[in-house]
């Protein structure tokens, strides 16, 4: 097989996978618990960062996984006690509180980090033939714990009786209390689940792109599109939404430019939200 | 006097500001079932909606076991011990209705619910299928199952027969019999008058949101049911 | 409107006067911030007023910039170079009243995706600025823009934006206090309710966000001279983020709140954004706070200087309105064979039914027999899959509640759904001009004092109507049904539906709301049509009954047929089968 083309797919493949993880975390806030939660990118920046700090003192990447998920854990507590449940039947205060919390997330991360770009180590450095082709090691092993993670979740959420749960809540809300489902609970359990999926993106992403306090920004409008188009609340709407906004994303991007590229997203975005904001697997 | 496991007095309430039933009283003893008549439009799933917590009572109590249980939601109501079956989305359409049946029991085998499936082999056909897709007397059979499978002490339907077959009413009736035989205590809202006859110790007819008639079984006569309900 | 020249005024004065207390400095800073006040009190127009926020304004800003800067540079000297600004102004708004057509009347209503396809359409739009560079210079942006002609100095270009600002301040004040205001309002709170009355809500908001298209336009029109150049960061986030927190803080209901959040969170941030590092986060944590429990923002502070103010308003005098513009003759309704489902569910199964002469028809039956179901098939909520509707002989196809509201069908809902936060003569109002209004009619002020012989007669029979100041949401729940009711019958409907007009009133309501119907029947000559359980009521009121089944008629006739009709005894009281 001719390995450039065999780099090129790897490439679309990379980022889609990548943006599948990245949206993973606001799929389970905003499309299961419907929370517009402008402050996801932010989270993915915490979890970058804490990546970084880890490094910084000398230990294992690995280390930086339980130690983002408990620092976006301890953060979202409060957020969920104070911005989003009192604003749980105010959609659109949720979008403005969250996004005053992204604010101040991200002027706090340039206070205490400054605002330059902060690069790590990256903590598997060779490369790979696939198919013929050298590939980063690193990506090949983050597309595998990527695809390993979505599997994973997407199997808890199918076949575990908290997933069984969880859907009940999200489809019948006064059922699942009448069952006995503490769903103020079970809301806040996922809904920090989702934030520590954020912060565990955050980590994995942190080596391959320029960790500066802005970075949030695309990430969480990005992860918007991904779910608008592919439909909320269904796992293939994730995947379908990650293959056609990374998808496009990157091809364009090769075919022309970037601004190419994130002009054609918007132009999707724009008409999914405009004529069909359940996307395309999302229930109507 | 015998102990109520489940009373409720001068229960006023209704949505947002409107008042929609006034004043009403019952109780139910361990072993019994109340039943909850009236043409549609009385109040009568109003009343099982503020029984269970999910409207704010304007005026009055619920109690059950002697406990008040003002103040708390739905779901800890349930866990106390007072289960509920609604009149509308019945079941968890996404889940299938093996998923619906051990939700909240996921360790009890399947194998506990035979005498249900015994029963309604309807259901047993479709463990697989989601409940979504059941039409909707086997909805009914479902939710029923459900809310009798949770074994509390005491349950409230909210008319369990309605769009079910008359074989499948034969079948819940008995099922129901059974349970207060086992000391179950019920409050059912029903419209269906076999069903009342058979499992009633006491009734309450209502009418615009207030009892109009009320009393146990020795004074139910179907000629009175029928005038209160009919046009 | 006398108190408004005055406001506008004495504003326009405090401007003015600034710079001789402030010096040359905080000229240029200030004017530079009341060009951002003109453009924020366009999003306060949108949120505060109709209850949509677009995310994305600085779009319009930046339009209107580089269109006015490339004018400047072409013709810089000619004298009539002014005229072009406002051009540019327009060419913003214009985009903005098209955008919102489209984006109102296609799918979506839902605030937060408006908002989110405006940040998107802005995002886009920086992606252009930014990568054009034969017309809009790039990254770099459009240099050397000229200053306008005859304004030399800091000082001349702040009075012109004072003065703008000023301007601006004086048109939203009217437009807040007109008709067209109370609309916006009005469908802030229940869009839908809105559209029942017969008014085109995307229309209306399309204009209040075509309003806010100008208003950013005339900001960025004034900002190319002003600053001499135009960069795409101007387009870009930055700039839309900061207009929707000043608006936030400083208030989006009242016309000042803006200005005010400009001034205050903005001039402040200028200064302040050097000095302390922890400025931002204050401004993002109160900006928090303003949306968990403080959303009038600082503007809601002034609500009690406002009374000092001069120029209260006095008792004005009644004006007599025009005359409905649907028709005025007796309706005609025909159902025929008409079948809808939801997936599995058959909701209305051949329904066939018909009204042919005025008169109070009573709708009965079961649960889900499909009464309130035929209502919304009637007004178009519910897509009817078979079978036609005609109403005065024509075939309905495609209703929708606006389209039947100008047809002079009216529904009253079941649960009352009057404008909680609008007193009731607003209420009241909302429902006379609809049907007798046109846009213009909403620009001024004499529709807000319109009366007719029964609205007069309604206020007579119900004195708290009366109380017209009063608020909606203060109302007994009984009180909210008769002013749903009256809202319905002002209308003067031709066809009435009720959805269970007297739920939750007490015996004494009940028999005045009786009485009213039959009144609003004797003298409108109207049809109505109830939905209801109580069958007291409908001894009492129905001249004509119809039984519904399974989404069938099963029965029809007067009371006494309906009640020894052995079929309709076997629905209510037999056993389910």
Known sequence: MDPLLVTQALNVLYEVVTLAVIVLGLAIVFGLLGVMNLAHGEFIALGAYVAYVCQSLGLPYLAAVPAAIAACALLALPVERFLIRPLYD????????TWGLSLFMRKAIEIGFGGGYKSLKIPVSDSVLVLGAPFPAYRVLLMALCAVLIAALLLWYRRSVAGARVKAMVGNRELAQAVGIRTDRLARDTF???????????????????????????????SFFVLVVGGLGSPLGLLSGAAAIGGVESAMSALVDRTAGYSTVLLIAI?????????IFGRS | MSARAFEFEDVTGGYGGSVVVRGLT???????????????????????????????????????????????????????????????????????????????RPGRPLAALAPYFVRFPRLAERLGQHAGTLSGGERKLLSLVRVLAEDRPVALLDEPAEGVQSESVRQMAALIGERKAAGAAFVIVEQN??????????????????????????????????????? | MGSLAVRSAVLLLLLLALPLALGEYWAFQLGLFFLYAIAALGVAMCWGQAGFLPLGQALFVGLAAYLSGAALIQWGEAWWVFLLLPFAALAAGALAFLLGLIIFRGRSESG???????????????????????????????????????????????????????????????????????????IALNERRVAYFGYDTAMLKAIAFGLSGVLAGIAGALYAPQQGLVTPELVGFALSADLVIWVAVGGRKRVLGPVLGVVLVGILSAELRERTYYWDLIVAAGFVFVVLYASGGIGALLAPLERLLPGRRKALEPLRAPAPKAPRTAVTLAIEGV?????????????????????????????GAGKTSTFNML????????????????????????RLARRGVGRKFQIPSVFGELSIDENLRIALWSGRTSLLDWLRPAPRRWDTPVLAALRGRYPFLDDGARLASALSHGERQVLELSMALVTEPRLLLLDEPCAGLSGEETAQVMAVIRWARDTLGLSVVIIEHDMALVKQLAEHVFVLHQGRLLAEGDVAAIRSDPRVHEVYVGAAE
């Open chain 1, 90 to 97: 105010r959609p659109f205060d949720t979008l403005l509180a």
């Open chain 1, 192 to 222: 920090v689940v989702g934030l520590c999926f954020a912060g565990l993106a955050g980590v994995m992403v942190a080596p391959l792109v320029s960790v500066q306090p802005y970075m949030g920004l695309d990430y969480v409008l990005r």
């Open chain 1, 271 to 279: 008409f999914f939200l405009w004529r069909r904001p359940h996307g």
């Open chain 2, 26 to 104: 019952g109780a139910v003893a361990a072993g019994e079932a109340l039943c909850v008549l009236g043409r549609n439009g009385v109040g009568k799933s109003t009343l099982l909606r503020l029984l269970h917590g999910f409207l704010p009572l304007g005026r009055g109590s619920v109690r059950f076991a002697g406990r008040d249980l003002a103040g708390l939601d739905p779901a800890r109501r349930t866990a106390l011990g007072v289960s509920f079956a609604p009149q509308e989305r019945i079941v968890f359409d996404d889940l299938t209705v093996r998923e619906n049946l051990t939700l909240m």
């Open chain 2, 193 to 231: 008058l076999e069903l009342v006859e058979e499992l009633a110790d006491r009734y309450l007819i209502l009418d615009q949101g207030r009892t109009v008639q009320a009393g146990d079984r020795s004074t139910l006569r179907r000629a009175e049911l029928v005038a209160h309900l009919r046009v």
């Open chain 3, 112 to 186: 937060p995706y408006f908002a989110i396809i405006t940040l998107a359409i802005s995002l886009l739009a920086f992606q252009v600025a930014n990568s054009w560079n034969e017309v809009t210079g790039g990254y770099n942006g459009m240099k050397g823009i000229p200053g306008l002609p005859g304004l030399e100095g800091f000082s001349d270009v702040y009075y012109l934006a004072a003065v703008a600002l000023a301007c601006a301040v004086a048109l939203c004040g009217w437009l807040v206090q007109a008709p067209l205001g109370t609309l916006w309002r009005a």
């Open chain 3, 339 to 367: 079948s809808a489902a939801a997936g599995e569910v058959r909701i209305l199964d051949r329904l066939s039914l018909a009204i042919a002469r005025p008169g109070i028809y009573c709708l009965i039956g079961p649960n």
């Open chain 3, 379 to 402: 007004t178009g909520e519910l897509r009817a899959q078979a079978g036609e509707v005609r109403l005065d002989g024509d075939t309905l196809s495609k209703p929708t509640p606006y």
